[in-house]
T-cell receptor
Framework: EAGVAQSPRYKIIEKRQSVAFWCNPI?????LYWYQQILGQGPKLLIQ????????DSQLPKDRFSAERLKGVDSTLKIQPAKLEDSAVYLC????????????FGPGTRLTVT | AQSVTQPDIHITVSEGASLELRCNYS??????LFWYVQSPGQGLQLLLK??????LVQGIKGFEAEFKRSQSSFNLRKPSVHWSDAAEYFC??????????????FGIGTKLQVIP
């Protein structure tokens, strides 16, 4: 079974530029999460999708971050414009509808904003 | 609101020694508890989870954890550490949201260093 795929793995941009990250969850997983992991901290949930609908985006900075999961499969997270404090690893995870199931994480995208 | 405390940011142990990583949680009802491990440059991998039943939970790679409701703790243990265990370990707590969607809150992590 293929795992959660993310691309790119690394990205360096200047502040005020835009960037997009892509995630393809495990086949059949209805729930998809985007986390932000700043160095020295645990993952912080940015947005959670159930199929193509948003379940929770309460911690997503909506003035600059956006995310979509149009067909209920893969997802894109965008930052526009980026700030220095957006430097972090962006993790994508997916899980089934079973509330007892674990979350399966991708390898993450390390973003550096200069 | 639920929260997780991992009081040890960094721990160093000798290879072959025993290991205990501490985790305390705050949650109003019976929590769902998880331990994840993150190797450098990798995503998180589940080590073990507790939902109900036996309070001593066995996981992968020889890890176990014990749920102690009276202490609001879910400490991770391993009797003999291997060099490959060097990684960062995250404790997480979660209820199910209304409607059954899973959501967890992660601690800040404990970085484990293993010395020969």
């Amino acid at each position: 079974e293929a795992g959660v795929a993310q691309s790119p793995r690394y990205k360096i941009i200047e502040k005020r530029q835009s960037v997009a990250f892509w995630c393809n969850p495990i086949s059949g997983h209805a729930t998809l999460y985007w986390y932000q992991q700043i160095l020295g901290q645990g993952p912080k949930l940015l947005i959670q999708f159930q199929n193509n609908g948003v379940v929770d985006d309460s911690q997503l900075p909506k003035d600059r971050f956006s995310a979509e999961r149009l067909k209920g499969v893969d997802s894109t997270l965008k930052i526009q414009p980026a700030k220095l404090e957006d430097s972090a690893v962006y993790l994508c995870a997916s899980t089934t509808n079973d509330r007892f199931d674990e979350q399966y994480f991708g390898p993450g995208t390390r973003l550096t904003v200069t | 609101a639920q929260s997780v405390t991992q009081p040890d940011i960094h721990i160093t142990v000798s290879e072959g020694a025993s290991l205990e990583l501490r985790c305390n949680y705050s949650y109003g009802a019976t929590p769902y508890l998880f331990w994840y491990v993150q190797s450098p440059g990798q995503g998180l991998q589940l080590l073990l989870k507790y939902f109900s039943g036996d309070t001593l939970v066995q996981g992968i790679k020889g890890f176990e954890a014990e749920f102690k409701r009276s202490q609001s703790s879910f400490n991770l243990r391993k009797p003999s550490v291997h060099w490959s265990d060097a990684a960062e370990y995250f404790c997480a707590v979660g209820p199910t949201r209304s409607g059954g969607y899973q959501k967890v809150t992660f601690g800040i992590g404990t970085k484990l260093q293993v010395i020969p």
